[in-house]
C-alpha cells in the first residue's frame, strides 16, 4: 500500500496535465528574458496578484529573502511575527545575506494588530536604535496552524505599517488556500503588501517554484538579487509550464484539500489522549497534541502503518492535506491514528 502521505503539501506530484505541459512547453533562456512560457507565467502571476510584474524564483525561501532584501537596507530592522516562517525556518537568512535584523513579535494566532506594529516600529530619532524599514505578514500563516487573516485585520495591519513609513512584504506561500478559505481573489489580499511571494510547489502540485512579485522596479531588483542568490534559471519554461496548468487548475480544488483538512480534524479530535483546537483549522493544515505519547513515537508508529506525518513539538503534530489525499485516505488515516493511540 502507498503511505498517505501528511508530512506536507510539497509532496504532492504534478498533475498529468502539468506532466504533458512541460514536456511540449516552449522554451528559451529566462535570464535573457526569452522564455516565452516564463514570460506568459509572469503576466498571469502577477495579473492574478494585481501587480506590475513578477519574477520566477526556485524556492519561497528566497522569495522571502529578495522581499527583505529590496524591503530593507543592511543595518535595518524588519518586522515580523515570531513564529514566522522567515523568522523560524530561514536559516537567518536576512540577517546572514541581507545585514537586516528580523524584530520578531508575538502574537496570538499570526494576526498582528496595528497597535501592535505601531509599538515595534523604533523611534526615528534614537541614534541607538535601528531603523524599522518594513514588516511581513504570514497569510495563510503556517506555525499558527494555517490559519487566515480576515482582510479587514490584514488591510488594518497594512494600513499601519504604511503610515508608519514601512515597506510590506507578504509571504503568500499558500495565499490562494487564504482566497479560497476567504472566498476572494488573491490580488484583494495582495493589495495589502507591495511586495508577496507565493508557492507554485506547496498546494498548488508543481515540482519546484515561487514566484515574487510587486512594481515593474521592485522586480528589477529581485531579479538582480536572484541573480545575486545563484536563482538565475535557464529554460525554466519546463518549470513555468506547470505552474500556468496549476493556476488554471489547481486553485478552485484547494477547497477539496480544505474539506478533508476539517473532516480530519474533527475525527482526531475524537479520539483519546488528541487535543485538535477545530477554530484554528481553516485551511489544509491541521496541528494537534497528544496527551500522552510523545509526538516523535506517535509519527514513528504511523509510519510503520503507511501514515506519514511531521512532528511539530515534543507532543505536537501536524498533519497536512493536499492533492495527493482524498476523503478515503482520511478515513484510513484515522483509523491508523486510532490504533496507534489504543495499541
Ligand atoms: C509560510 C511559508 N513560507 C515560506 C516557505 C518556504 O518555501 P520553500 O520550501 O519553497 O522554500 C514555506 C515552506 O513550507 C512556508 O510554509
Redesign the pocket.
Known amino acids: 500500500m502507498p503511505a498517505i502521505d501528511f508530512r ?1 503539501d ?1 509532496v504532492a506530484m504534478p498533475s498529468p496535465e502539468m506532466r504533458q505541459a512541460m514536456v511540449t512547453a516552449p522554451l528559451g533562456d529566462d535570464v535573457f528574458g526569452d522564455d516565452p512560457t516564463t514570460n506568459r507565467l509572469m503576466e498571469v502571476a502577477a495579473a492574478r496578484m494585481g501587480k506590475e510584474a513578477a519574477t520566477f524564483v ?7 529573502l529578495i522581499g527583505i532584501a529590496i524591503n530593507a537596507r543592511s543595518g535595518e530592522e524588519l518586522i515580523a511575527d515570531a513564529e ?3 523568522f523560524f ?2 536559516t537567518a537568512g536576512a540577517a546572514a545575506v541581507c545585514g537586516v535584523q528580523i524584530r520578531p513579535v508575538p502574537t496570538e494566532a499570526g494576526v498582528m494588530s496595528p497597535e501592535q506594529i505601531a509599538v515595534a516600529v523604533r523611534p526615528r530619532d534614537d541614534p541607538h536604535q535601528p531603523i524599522t524599514a518594513a514588516i511581513t505578514f ?1 497569510n ?3 506555525r499558527h496552524g494555517g490559519i487566515v487573516w480576515p482582510l479587514d485585520a490584514l488591510r488594518a495591519a497594512s494600513d499601519e505599517a504604511h503610515r508608519q513609513g514601512l515597506r510590506v512584504h507578504l ?1 503568500g ?2 495565499i490562494f488556500n487564504a482566497a479560497v478559505a476567504l472566498g476572494v481573489e488573491a490580488a484583494d489580499i495582495a493589495a495589502c503588501a507591495d511586495t508577496v ?1 507565493f ?1 507554485l ?2 498546494g498548488l502540485a508543481c515540482p519546484v ?2 514566484i515574487f512579485c510587486g512594481s515593474r522596479e521592485s522586480v528589477q531588483d529581485a531579479k538582480r538579487w536572484r541573480k545575486r542568490l545563484g536563482g538565475g534559471m535557464r529554460q525554466v519554461g519546463v518549470l513555468a509550464a506547470a505552474g500556468l496548468i496549476a493556476l488554471d487548475q489547481m486553485v478552485d480544488r484547494l477547497a477539496e484539500d480544505h474539506a478533508n483538512a476539517r473532516t480530519l480534524a474533527e475525527g482526531l479530535a475524537e479520539l483519546p489522549g488528541v487535543r485538535c483546537d477545530l477554530s484554528r483549522v481553516q485551511t489544509n493544515l491541521v496541528f494537534f497534541d497528544l496527551d500522552t505519547m510523545a509526538a516523535p513515537v506517535f509519527t514513528e508508529e504511523c509510519a510503520r502503518r503507511g501514515l506519514l506525518g511531521d512532528w511539530a513539538g515534543p507532543k505536537r503534530m501536524r498533519f497536512v492535506t493536499h492533492y495527493g489525499i482524498d476523503a478515503e485516505d482520511v478515513q484510513s488515516a484515522l483509523k491508523v491514528c486510532e490504533e496507534v493511540l489504543t495499541a
Request: glycine share 12%; proline share 4%; charged share 20%.
Open positions: 506536507s510539497t526556485p524556492s519561497g525561501t528566497m522569495g522571502n514566522s516562517h522567515a525556518y530561514e504570514e495563510t500563516h503556517n509571504d506561500a499558500r511571494t508557492c510547489s506547496k517554484g515561487s
